[in-house]
């Protein structure tokens, strides 16, 4: 499975790799924070340390030493469980993204991923419909109707969007006629870049992505004012914080998702950077993500589901048939 | 990866979980009080069987079961619980003899498959194990097998998902609606 690698390589690999993301969604915040301040012509976080740097640590520290309250009549174990669930299969996720080439250090060849799997798309899909239960089990676990219609709105979002999300790459695994991400990477590095000749797909994936992740303007689970919040209303301290961190996460995973789908992963136009490309290219889309937040209002809950079913569904259906046609003509 | 090609520790410990697993999630589905729980355990059973088909090579099988059934499935499953609410029901009320009568039947057929095979293990007639080539497995051999030997059931289960489709839509439609609107079935 991992051509020539040393298994304790690959868990070396995982170490630092968990970590990384984990800073990345820790500056991802402060990143959202500052730029949302910015277009809304304010600041932003400037206290703590230069440009408000060490304000994730802060937060940290904040929703730590909180005291972790708890709804008497909530399901213990399950209670704790979900915001873990849906943290680690926001993790694992990350584990199928190839980053980089694969180098050669000291006599050891390093692969640049952590795990080279034959169908990694399906099983980074596989980890996302599991994630699903955190936000299930978290609603029912809490006890509190508000939690549990919260958790049956974001379910139904989740689902109807993952149909959406599944249909839009087919196009993609059509072209590199794999499902496996490093292939559809070398694929691209090779021909072309999949979001030219895949632009519908690659707008539907973007739309499907801001949902799967409940950002604006499909962030019901934050509508506090109107909706009392969702799935999480019960939860506060580190485990509501477990819960926004495998938002966050899922955010960066499914934009390098993107980035590997859409937009040839590690290769560049110019320069062999290797993971800088990658890099560049998650923190572009992630500011994108940013943007939108700035920029659009939320959707009524009605219009979610409509445009969710009846644009998306039917854009990605079409543009999968039209792919697969001119796939076969052109062998 | 082939549980025959032994002397694999790992693969061995994985399969004595898995199997471990499975078995106790079938039984914790059956003897939760709360449907809940049941759901859950169910969604336990299916991961765990996920992971024998991945010890038996079939990544494909064992990604999409997650995929479908762990997944979507049973999220409808624990949907429909959690809007009917905390009902629980005691698990075992006593059914009907035939049913305990057709318990005994199927658990003394189990019984004689698992002697059966572990007679025909301990006198070396399953020694040989099966070749596996590289591609098996795989999503294009699974796609080819599906439009080439097994064509006529793969498009009647299509059949079959478009009239459950069409059916729940038209169910759908009909609780609705006000009940003199609606053409009667």
């Known amino acids: ?331 | 990866m082939l549980v025959a090609s032994a002397g694999n520790v790992v693969v061995w410990m994985v399969w004595i979980v898995a199997a471990f697993a499975c078995l106790g999630s079938g039984v914790a589905v059956v003897s939760f009080s709360s449907p809940f729980y049941s759901a859950l355990a169910l969604i336990g059973n299916l991961g765990s069987l996920a992971v024998l088909y991945l010890l038996l090579n079939a990544e494909f099988v064992a990604a999409a079961q997650v995929l479908v059934y762990a997944g979507a499935v049973m999220v409808m499953f624990l949907f429909v619980i959690a809007y009917i609410g905390p009902r629980s029901e005691s698990p075992w009320m006593g059914g009907p003899g035939w049913q305990a009568v057709g318990a005994v039947l199927a658990a003394g057929a189990l019984l004689v498959e698992i002697v059966v095979v572990i007679s025909l293990k301990a006198s070396g007639q399953l020694a040989h194990s099966e070749h596996v080539d590289a591609t098996f497995g795989t999503p294009a051999y699974i796609g080819r097998l599906f439009l080439t030997d097994h064509l006529l059931a793969f498009e009647i289960t299509s059949i079959v998902l478009l009239v459950a489709a069409v059916g729940g839509v038209i169910l759908g439609a009909h609780s609705r609606r006000s009940p003199e609107e609606v053409p009667s079935l």
């Open chain 1, 1 to 331: 499975m991992n051509n020539g690698e040393p298994w304790w390589i690959s868990l070396i690999k995982a170490g630092i790799i968990v970590n990384l993301v984990m800073l990345a969604f820790a500056y991802t915040t402060w990143l959202e924070r500052k730029l949302l301040g910015r277009m809304q012509l304010r600041y932003g976080p400037n206290r703590a340390g230069p440009f408000g740097l060490l304000q994730p640590i802060a937060d940290l520290i904040k929703l730590i030493r909180k005291e972790s309250f708890f709804p008497v009549a909530a399901r213990d174990s399950l209670y704790i469980a979900a915001p873990v669930i849906a943290m680690f299969t926001a993790l694992a996720a990350f584990a199928v993204i190839p980053f980089g080439a694969g180098w050669q250090i000291w006599h050891y060849h390093v692969n640049g991923e952590i795990a080279n799997v034959s169908i990694g798309l399906i099983l980074l899909f596989a980890l996302g419909s599991v994630g699903v239960y955190g936000a299930i089990i978290g609603g029912w676990a809490s006890e509190s109707k508000y939690s549990l219609l919260g958790s049956m709105r974001t379910c139904a979002q989740l689902v109807s969007y993952e149909v959406s999300l599944a249909l839009s790459v087919l196009g993609v695994v059509l072209m590199g006629q794999s499902l496996n991400l490093v292939e559809i990477v070398n694929k691209q590095g090779a021909t072309i870049w999949f979001f030219i000749p895949q632009l519908a797909g690659m707008l539907v994936f973007f739309f499907a992505v801001i949902a799967e992740t409940s950002r604006p303007p499909f962030d019901l689970p934050e509508a506090d004012t109107e909706l009392v919040a969702g799935y999480h209303t019960e939860y506060g301290g580190m485990r509501w914080g477990l819960f926004q961190t495998a938002e966050y996460v899922n955010m960066i995973t499914l934009s390098a998702l993107a980035v590997t789908l859409f937009f040839a992963g590690w290769h560049g136009p110019w320069a062999p950077l290797g993971p800088l490309w990658f890099v560049l290219k998650v923190f572009i889309l992630v500011s994108i993500f940013i943007w939108i937040r700035a920029s659009v209002p939320r959707l009524r809950y009605d219009q979610l589901m409509r445009f969710g079913w009846k644009v998306l569904l039917p854009v990605a259906t079409i543009n999968a048939v039209i792919t697969a046609l001119l796939v076969v003509w052109v062998h």
